[in-house]
């Protein structure tokens, strides 16, 4: 990538975890989900982003090398309209297919290239139509689902009515006790 958004993955020989990490900017790296796939890894090779199928919205390509085969692990992102660049996905990648034959000690500039297939539309020159009635589809399919803190309250509230109700004394307040010379050594 062209350093702006890149995406990388730690993984350690003899090990079947990978962990990747975003870097935007200058900013520090991000984790994302760690990915597990046995058998273990001898070694771990990531793809320009000239390899991935942009038009499947794959992010990464790894070879992995483990102890008897070589795997292609593909890391992809669900997106709905794959018929669409997701040119907010992909910023433009520098241009390896060229070898550098500037001369040495010179600042050579490494020229960046779009990966939009020719004749494909990025997704942000869509312009994204909805009628009222798939609005108002799309908010009752929203409030037949409660949400994560609506559950948890409700699911509280009628546990606090129940223990409200099992409320009394305990079985050891009705219990007489035991004197306090009993107490003593």
């Known amino acids: 990538s062209s350093g702006i958004n890149a995406e990388y993955g730690l993984a350690a020989k003899g090990e079947a975890t990978i962990h990747p990490f975003e ?9 994302l989900a760690t990915f597990s796939c046995p058998p273990v890894q001898s070694a771990l090779s990531l793809l320009p982003w000239q390899r991935c199928d942009v038009m499947e919205v794959e992010m990464a390509r790894f070879y992995k090398l483990t102890k008897d085969s070589i795997q292609l692990l593909v890391f992809t992102i669900p997106r709905l309209r794959k018929q669409y660049f997701q040119d907010d996905l992909y910023p433009d990648a520098l241009d390896l297919s060229k070898p550098v034959t500037e001369k040495w ?3 050579y500039q490494v020229p960046s290239v779009s990966l939009c297939p020719s004749g494909v539309k990025p ?23 409660k949400s ?38």
């Open 123 to 145: 997704v942000s020159e869509v312009e994204i139509v909805r009628t009222s009635s798939q609005h108002s589809k799309i908010q009752k399919e929203h409030t037949k689902f």
């Open 23 to 31: 870097i935007v900017g200058q900013g520090p790296p991000l984790p």
């Open 148 to 185: 994560l803190e609506a559950q948890r309250d409700e699911l509280f509230n009628s546990f606090a009515v129940q223990v409200q109700k099992d409320a009394g004394p305990l079985p050891q307040d009705l219990m007489d006790g035991c004197d306090d010379d009993e107490w003593s050594d």
């Open 105 to 107: 000690g010179e600042v």
